[in-house]
């Protein structure tokens, strides 16, 4: 996907992250020119329509919100088989992934985070639109701290009524809600219990609980009470772990009636007066109202002592004293010898019906049906059958973690009761411990995952501005000697790149200073060099990019350095023509009368007075002088007539010949 352009629109960048529906990727918007995420739907799911239905009512879910923590839909789409929601990006991590990196967050800043996805939630909530899979993975911590929910995939637009869902319980089982996990009613009060447990986890580094199996976790939500925070983090304020207890309750009753309800208590946590209030208790149900009163059937004391249930009646007459006063001796004898007979008879019976059965042990068919089902429910079917069970566990290479691969007697045998079964359960293929890259070039982490059988589509690349060495992986998950199955393990790495940074306005700074800055931060300098009037030698012209634009270490900066003002260059020598007239009055030149005349001149070629003509004229004539005048220098033409100068002498100077 790293490169391709989604409906030549959306340039994809990088991996940033996935699911196991769809995976996420930062890309370039062309036409908008911006920076957004894209959600793309797993190849292996473009042709099943239940995930392809469910993957688009994410993006009708969320785009009929507007919050300023929801991160917004910008657009929906399908291309050929490729089915993909673009939305909001965030730079910055997932709640997730901040709590592994610091554990137990400060509590001023968990009231902040808690307070901005509550009030996300409670705006989803008036629009009918429960979550369904609030978790810290589906919560986004800009780097300015701002949160964002995201990920409404599973929630659903509601009606007057609630939400029943009974097939599926869809949340992640670390967060899922009682109602949730025995697939009941889910509706508002579901996504508070979530909030709980969210913020459990914010407060303490870790979920209240864990276990080997879904089931297991799930078993706990419904049957555990969440553990006293306060016992993890002594300084909890008792006012905060109040928000985590009522929210957390089993009982959806005794819980917030509204996330607008825990928000309101969330901002007065901290008030001194709450810090140390009495610790929240379920209050007790009375149980003459609220248990069902068992129907008692009249044979229930059938055995009982007859001495402790009799009741004399009015009627009840006495038996007659003076009948019992008679009583006749052959019949006393006649009496014990049939009771002794019917004693003799009874033992005799007894002991040929009524002692077998005592000793008879019954037997049970053990079920052909358990190969490949979950533990917990072959352990449920085998106790229920009166048999016990023993657990071991092994690799196997084909039936999933957590189903039973066998049992010992074979299924289909018949058995005693109380006969111990050992069921093998497997704990999937083979585990390794996750080795650790981080601190390697992110090329040789990638090689090394390869070369231990990791799947090359399943190494995933994030970035993180960071002063550590560009390229270097600085984060990964899973975490090192984590148990892994490499061929199925999605691994991401995060790796370094130069922190952005606003670049300074170089503009009229010194050449030495220049340098100075640029080789601290890193940045590449390229110097160019012209003239200016108005900006000293060696000093900064302009710039590009220009000041205050955001850049990162290895930025290649243009910087155009001063040379001081233009030379002049030298002026030339101007080589002209210059006009003189010598006249001859009209009534000299009809009397033909005529006179001598004789024009001189000096330039830059002769320092001194040259005869240009010398000749004898009857009519006016203009005469043309050619000189040559240096800069800062002139020429001189004088004329003179029978001997004496005409008139005055002509002076050409440079600068006004050069402007002429």
Known sequence: MIGKRINGRYQILETIGGGGMANVYKAHDAILNRTVAVKVLRPQFSDDEEFIRRFR?????????????????????????????VMEYVAGLTLKQLIQQRGSLPISEIIGIMSQISSAIAHAHANHIVHRDIKPHNILISESGEAKVTDFGIARAMTSATITHTNSVMGSVHYLS??????????????????GIVLYEMVTGRVPFSGDTAVSIAIKHLQTEVPSPRKTNPTLP???????????????????????????????????????EEKFVIPDDNEDVTKAIPIIKEDLFADDNLEQTKIKTQN?????????????????????????????????????????????????????DLIGMEYDEVFETLTTLGLLVEREDQNHGEIPEGHVISTNPEAGRTVKVNTTITVFVSEGKPKIEMVDVTSLDKEIARKTLIRLGFKEENIQEA????DIEEDKVIRQTPLPDELIVPEETIVTLTYSIP?????????GLPSEEVRDYLTKHGLIMKSHYEFSDHVPEGRVIEQSPPGFRLVQKGTEVIVVFSKGPEPQPEPEPISTIVNKEAPVSPEDQLANIGYPIKITYRDSLNKEHVVFIEEFIQKTKIYDIPVTINPGDYAEVILYIEGEQYGNTDIYRYDDVKEN
């Open 57 to 85: 009512r994410e993006a009708q879910a969320a785009t009929s919100l507007s919050h300023p923590n929801v991160v917004n839909i910008y657009d929906v789409g399908e291309e050929a088989d490729l089915y993909y929601i």
């Open 178 to 195: 009682p109602e949730q996990a025995r697939g009941g009613l889910v509706n508002e009060k579901s996504d508070i219990y979530s909030l």
């Open 238 to 276: 008792q006012s905060v772990e109040n928000i985590i207890l009522k929210a957390t309750a089993k009982d959806p009753f005794h819980r917030y009636t509204s996330v607008r309800e825990l928000e309101e208590d969330l901002h007065t946590a901290l008030d001194p007066r709450r810090i140390n």
């Open 316 to 368: 009840e007459q006495k038996p007659n004293q003076s009948d019992e006063d008679k009583p006749k001796k052959k019949r006393k004898w006649v009496m014990i010898t049939f009771i002794t007979f019917f004693l003799l008879v009874g033992s005799v019976i007894a002991a040929f019906a009524i002692i077998p059965k005592l000793l008879h042990v019954d037997e049970v068919l053990i079920p052909a």
């Open 463 to 466: 970035t993180e501005e960071s």
């Open 499 to 507: 922190k952005w940074f606003s670049l300074q306005n170089l503009t």
